[in-house]
């Protein structure tokens, strides 16, 4: 009998091993195809990612999926891993044509603006997202104590307890200790959120234009990224219709971040409220990013209001309180999740500076009335200046930046930013948030408004005097 049963056994495990290299040739057939389709776009000058032929192929496989009896979720996530490997090979082949355009970002500015500096060029850095005024003077007594207290070592990969105790306090809404992890900077707190819940092939929809940084933490974790456009139109405000239509089975999470970088659009509480419901309908996760949760020039809803079990609420000292070298962010989680962000944690960091987390504690307390009241001022001025030039834009409702359409004498947004950094003034191009955003710019107000003047007139005078 047993000898049987081992026979039988020795079959199925020959006929899978058969099935997983019938499946592996099939693959690298589709793959030789997704190769010719890549050649072929690359020489019509064609946008490798379809979103109506993907469609397409998802309907079918989730009918067969149905036919078949198999989970409609498993085959999403291989039919995203396949899409996935075909854009990569498609990609590689717009590269071999010459036509893969290099999209510039604003890290990428910096950098040339930063290359310009070294080599003598003034440069009014327009682009950049950093504070440009100092950190609470408190901090200085609290790293020097800490130093004297010998409190520079390994902490708990979760953070300090204290710290953790003192965020939660801060927030409110009943969160404990336990469900606070304090993370190298808030993008570190994504980061390992979108590591800890999504699985290779599942997808997380961001709603752009928006930080770059999303698209980058979800395929470093094998998953695909849904964007949802927004317009300046309908004043940045995704439409909730169309996020429910983009909700799949293999749909995992959806990333908020208001107020919003770039754009500075804070969601009114009603469109919160409905996307948190859609998400509780479909049980999917929420982060929201809520580092410039401070800069807030009307009301603004945090998601902890909700009470979402299936939300992570992130925020950071970075820019609240001016502190982005200090590298100290935070989420609020569930349990669960916050231990499995801590685990990521440990493996990659062990944990935030010891230091840096009682120079932290030490800022919990502070107000950023002066630094947001300043922010908002500066603001006004570009907005002022902008509206001058006839430039579109929406105005900001909080965040560091303002957001304005080109138009005038160059509307695309690399060749702008190229002649505003030989002229000494770096932007923030808007394909860096989003493939539809080239005929966008970002302007950071963490410039002194003597500085954001000047740089104002040489976007004037590039637009508009020939
Ligand atoms: N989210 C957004 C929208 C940001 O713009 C930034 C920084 N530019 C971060 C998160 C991360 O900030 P930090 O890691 O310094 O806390």
Redesign the pocket.
């Known amino acids: 009998m047993a000898k049987k049963r081992q026979d039988e056994l020795g079959k199925l495990r020959a006929e899978i091993r058969n099935i997983t290299l019938d499946i592996i040739t099939k693959a690298h057939k589709r793959m030789k195809l997704s190769e010719q389709i890549g050649a072929i776009k690359g020489n019509l000058r064609i946008e490798i990612e379809d979103e109506n032929v993907e469609q397409e192929v998802r309907r079918s496989v989730i009918e067969l999926s149905h036919t078949l009896g198999i989970d409609p979720a498993f085959s999403g996530r291989l039919l995203n891993m396949l899409l996935m490997e075909s854009i990569r090979l498609q990609q590689i082949q717009h590269k071999k044509i010459g036509n893969d355009p290099l999209i510039p970002t604003h890290l990428s500015v910096f950098m040339k603006a930063k290359e310009l500096e070294s080599s003598g060029k003034k440069i009014i850095h327009m682009e950049v997202?950093?504070p440009d005024y100092p950190p609470p003077k408190k901090i200085r007594k609290a790293l020097v104590e800490s130093y004297n207290k010998k409190q520079y070592h390994y902490t708990d990969s979760k953070g300090l307890l204290k710290l953790r105790q003192a965020i939660a306090k801060k927030v409110g809404h009943g969160i404990e200790h336990d469900e606070v992890i304090v993370?190298?900077?808030?993008?570190?707190?994504?980061f390992s959120a979108i590591l800890s819940i999504l699985r290779p092939g599942e997808e997380v929809i961001s709603i752009e234009p928006?930080?770059p940084?999303y698209r980058e933490f979800v395929d470093f974790a094998g998953g695909k990224i849904k964007t949802l456009g927004t317009t300046i139109e309908n004043s940045w405000t995704p439409d909730t219709g169309q996020l429910e239509e983009m909700i799949g089975h293999h749909t995992k999470i959806i990333v908020l971040?208001y107020p919003?970088?770039p754009t500075g659009k804070i969601l009114d509480k009603k469109d919160i409220t409905r996307i948190v419901s859609l998400a509780q309908d479909n049980g999917l996760y929420v982060i929201s990013?809520e580092?410039?949760s401070d800069y807030a020039f009307k009301g603004f809803t945090s998601l902890t209001h909700y009470e979402y079990d299936r939300s992570i609420v992130?925020?950071?000292?970075?820019?609240s309180c001016a502190?982005?070298g200090f590298?100290?962010?935070y989420g609020i989680a569930d349990r669960e999740v916050i231990s499995k962000m801590a685990r990521i944690q440990a493996i990659a960091l062990t944990s935030v500076a010891e230091p840096m987390q009682y120079a932290a504690l030490s800022a919990i307390d502070y107000s950023p009335a002066g630094n947001v009241k300043l922010i908002k001022e500066r603001l006004d001025l570009i907005s002022e200046k902008l509206s001058n030039m006839s430039l579109d834009f929406i105005s900001p409702d909080g965040?560091m930046y303002v957001f304005p359409r080109l138009k005038g004498l160059v509307q695309n947004d690399a060749a702008l930013v190229g002649k505003l950094l030989d002229l000494g003034v770096a932007v923030a191009p808007g394909s860096g948030f989003g493939q539809d955003y080239t005929r966008y710019i970002r302007i950071s107000a963490c410039q002194p408004k003597k500085m954001l003047e000047r740089g104002l007139e040489v976007i004037n005078s590039v637009l508009f005097i020939h």
Not at 183 to 190: E, H, L, P, Q
Request: no cysteine; glycine share 12%.
């Open positions: 997202g950093e993370t190298s900077g808030g993008r570190f707190a994504i928006s930080w940084a971040n919003n970088n990013d580092v410039y992130v925020s950071s000292f970075s820019k502190m982005t590298r100290v962010g965040a």
